[in-house]
């Protein structure tokens, strides 16, 4: 045997004397610690009424994500989950994407079990509409699942269950600079001044009933501003919208929102330390101005 076979050899046994000893945890370093985007579906669809852009807004969301951040992003994007027979698939990604521009209706009862223990146990669920419009059928289907989901109440103890529904997201929440420091709800469209969302953890702070609060966590966000349409190419590689009223550069808050999303299912809310404040301030400047 020759030194370089020698030493290819027990490299070879070192490293699967190593991986027999390491925690089962530490085996998922590699393709299985990837982000995916998991697109919802009911009754077997790929989303909640269907708008045919989805799955390429997601694409081009995880493409942004890779170049602009750090996060490791799955190039088999988006994967399709349902919350039928279990929802297996459900629980391989922290990031749900549910989008849609028509009336859809409501899970079974088991069905909403599984995506509410998803959700309740660390998951967060982005709905999209792509109505181009507020207060549409979407929209009340929309309501409808969250009220089904988690119905107002204050839980088994005061402070502890969610908010009574959707609710707007505070200008100053952690979402909106959990990397980019944005402002609003771009999208496609703007319909909707704010985004909404569905908080877990409690009112806090002794605010109004129904009132958002920066200590609860967002574990439904809802924007009825059609973000997947503000990402989204076509098969020529052009996007595939125009976006109003601010054309380009709504498109680019659109993305930076997006961004700050994922983030913020992936870090909860570790920003909202005021010890990075000044850091974030000072060093990133990632505020979003008018332009």
Not at 72 to 78: D, K, L, M, Q, S
Not at 84 to 99: D, H, I, Q, R, V
Not at 172 to 181: A, E, N, P, R
């Amino acid at each position: 045997m020759n030194r370089r076979s020698f030493l290819t050899g027990a490299a070879t046994a070192a490293a699967s004397l190593l991986t027999l000893h390491l925690p089962r945890w530490a085996r998922a370093i590699g393709p299985g610690s990837e982000l995916h985007f998991g697109e919802l579906g009911f009754g077997g669809g790929s989303s909640g009424g269907g708008t045919g852009h989805s799955r390429s807004g997601l694409e081009r969301l995880g493409w942004e994500l890779a170049f602009r951040t750090s996060i490791e992003v799955a190039r088999e994007n988006p994967v399709a989950v349902s919350i039928a027979g279990g929802g297996e698939k459900l629980f391989e990604t922290p990031f749900l994407y549910l989008s849609g521009s028509r009336r859809f209706p409501l899970p079974q009862a088991r069905e909403l079990e599984v995506l509410r223990r998803h959700l309740t146990f660390g998951g967060m669920l982005l709905i999209d509409s792509a109505e181009g419009r507020a207060g549409g059928d979407f929209d009340a289907s929309v309501r409808q699942l969250v009220t089904a989901l988690f119905p107002a109440s204050t839980g088994p103890a005061p402070g502890t269950g969610p908010a009574a529904g959707l609710v707007p997201v505070p200008a100053d929440h952690v979402i909106h600079k959990s990397f980019y420091l944005t402002r609003g709800a771009a999208g496609r469209v703007a319909v909707a001044p704010s985004l909404e969302a569905l908080f877990l953890g409690g009112l806090g702070g002794g605010g109004a009933p129904g009132a958002a609060s920066a200590a609860g966590r967002a574990a439904i966000v809802y924007s009825q501003n059609d973000l997947g349409g503000a990402w989204a190419k076509d098969h020529l590689g052009n996007w595939a919208y125009q976006c109003i009223p601010g054309g380009e550069m709504q498109r680019e808050h659109a993305f930076r929102l997006g961004i700050n999303l994922v983030m913020y299912a992936m870090c909860l809310d570790y920003k909202t330390d005021q010890v990075h404040v000044p850091f974030i301030l000072k060093r990133r400047r990632w505020r979003v101005e008018d332009e």
